[in-house]
């Protein structure tokens, strides 16, 4: 019964990605893409909070919008997993339900 | 037909006026009522703006929706979800929200309240059950 | 397009709502209502009557089963029936009565 969580927008602009990390549960799944994707890199404000979910949720993120933003596959937090269009796909059809923090 | 009734969820996470996303969903839950599902709402983060009584909309030309919300009950929209932890980070309480009741078919057309205070892990909790979690 | 109210235009759209809801007089009500090959009597305006008051306190045209359910316990179940409200307004009591009350169509009105 997992659900697969979406964001889109920028941590730095958006509470999105942080009221995601607060309402996910164990076992869920977020998909980092758009601007979300700046919530899967080291070295941020945020990326303690993102890395101390990767035991409990699965992350990914989108790599072409990644790669756009120039957010080589080494800058990732570590356990977050990147993803083309067909494993967004994937995703979405392999969970009960999607939920997409706007 | 009882088997076809699937759990939907309406997310509310935008103040009222500053973008479309919160009149949007207003109209698509009018719209979906004529379905016969069954009807959540969530309002958390600034969504939590939309319910707040007193507002009057005369100096922007806009529609004051708010008043709508307090129909739902007649599309049988009963379950507003509020998020507790939503409302302390923006300085506000239960108080501070209009009051939206529904009468309940099932008692004797009784009135009752349709906002339930929840807090954050009950909300994750809550919006896990769904079958359909519509995002605004 | 308009309605000709005592020599005043009110516009409307094309499927004959007005334009401005602050434009609606029982006048105009009237001379909607012919348009659309209704007579009005007392129980067409207690239905008028109660989606203007409906709009007021919500801001909104009631879908049609949500107007005769609040109708039928405001006023009744003579009135509030599905029968008897096609019977005043033939094509649709939330349609009908709500261009006639100057309200704009009902949301979720197919």
Known sequence: ?102 | MEDNIKKFLYVNRKAPYGTIYALEALEVVLIGAAFDQDVSLAFLDDGVFQLVKGQNTDGIGVKNFSPTFRALGDYEVTKFYVEKESLEERGLTADDLQEIMYEDEDDDYAEKPSIRLVNRAEMADMMAEQDVVLSF | MSYDVNGTAVEHDEEGYITNLGDWTEDLAGIIASAEEITMNEEHWEVVNFLRSYYEEYQIAPAVRVLIKAIKKSMGPEIGNNKYMYELFPYGPAKQACKIAGLPKPTGCI
Request: charged share 20%.
């Open chain 1, 1 to 102: 019964m997992a659900t697969l969580h979406t964001v889109n927008k920028s941590p730095f602009g958006a509470s999105a990605l942080q009221s995601c990390l607060n309402h996910a549960k164990d076992g869920d799944a977020i998909l980092m893409f758009e601007d979300g994707v700046y919530g899967a890199a080291q070295g941020t404000i945020i990326a303690d909070a993102v890395a101390a979910k990767s035991g409990s949720l699965s992350l990914y993120v989108l790599k072409g919008d990644a790669d756009a933003r120039g957010i080589a596959d080494a800058r990732l937090i570590e356990g977050v997993t990147p993803v083309d269009y067909a494993g967004f796909v994937e995703l979405a059809a392999s969970h009960d339900r999607t939920n997409n923090w706007l």
